[in-house]
């Protein structure tokens, strides 16, 4: 099945509007990503690590996405949680959305640009722009089932996924340019106000210096 016309429209659309797009599509998650006992021990140190609750559909080919990865960084690492604090409210299966791994990419170039960077990007270029590389473009199909499954929920022929990862790079380096635009036009705006303030202080000492002359030769 060909969703490559579906994956370019929820491509055009805010972070906002693509959530409720899959929401609309996938239903909500029944279940909190960590449990929440589970998760207030091992924040306090007592455990090691963190019971995950039963939102898992990866028998449907779907992913689990955090809402508020446009927040925070890697919520579902347990090291992460610990070292940020981030709190449990991100782990409800309310700020839980499902997607399928284009979609999970999407949602992830989406927070890149919204967020200039700031969050999203990692997870897109290290770990689900390379698998749609390996997947569709390279033709390597994945082992585990579960990943099968997957393959086959977000399958893609190699010159769709070309043109999709296009799009994507295109969104991206539009969006990195115009946040590197934004940083020269403020680095410059605060070096022309610091040039300003120093003619100020310049001006300030002549006509201090004058005005000392003026009221010496009254003497």
Request: proline share 3%; net charge neutral; glycine share 4%.
């Amino acid at each position: 099945m060909d969703n490559s016309i579906e994956c370019m429209d929820l491509l055009s659309k805010n972070y906002a509007e693509a959530l409720d797009l899959l929401l609309q599509k996938y239903g909500p998650v029944q279940d909190d990503y960590f449990r929440e006992a589970s998760y207030y021990r091992f924040m306090k140190g007592e455990i090691k690590s963190i019971s995950k609750g039963k939102f898992t559909r990866t028998s449907e080919g779907l992913y689990c996405h955090h809402i508020d990865e446009i927040k925070w960084l890697k919520i579902s690492d347990k090291d992460y949680v610990k070292k940020f604090n981030i709190p449990f409210e991100t782990q409800r299966k309310d700020r839980l959305v499902y997607c399928d791994l284009i979609e999970h990419t999407i949602l992830h170039v989406l927070i890149t640009k919204e967020t200039s960077f700031k969050y999203g990007y990692p997870g897109y270029g290290v770990y689900l722009k390379p698998i749609i590389e390996e997947w569709y473009l390279d033709e390597v199909k994945p082992n585990p089932e579960w990943m099968k499954k997957c393959y086959i929920k977000s399958f893609l022929t190699p010159q769709k996924a070309f043109d999709l990862l296009r799009e994507m790079q295109k969104i991206l380096e539009e969006n990195y340019f115009n946040t590197l635009n934004d940083y020269y036009n403020e680095k410059r705006k605060k070096e022309e106000d610091r040039k300003k303030l120093e003619e100020q202080i310049k001006q300030r000492k002549i006509d201090d210096r004058n005005n000392w002359i003026e009221r010496a030769k009254q003497y």
